[in-house]
């Protein structure tokens, strides 16, 4: 399942690209892009596990940024 989500509060290019590479090593996890300049999240994960994912996905992001957030 791929899906585009909105992130709130990103405030760094450097932590965004950080953030994706920890996201790109969750179990289940295709392909994960986030854009600092459109502050959005693209990620293409496998169907049964998704929900599971963006949770892991909002974890590994908290450890960069603790106020950016994953609108759903």
Known sequence: ???VFKMEDLECANCAAKMQDAISKIDGV???NISF???KLTLDAEDERFDAI???AQKAISKFEKDCVIVR
Request: charged share 25%; net charge positive.
């Open 54 to 56: 963006i949770d892991a």
């Open 1 to 3: 399942m791929r899906k």
């Open 37 to 39: 300049m459109t502050q």
């Open 30 to 32: 295709n392909s994960v």
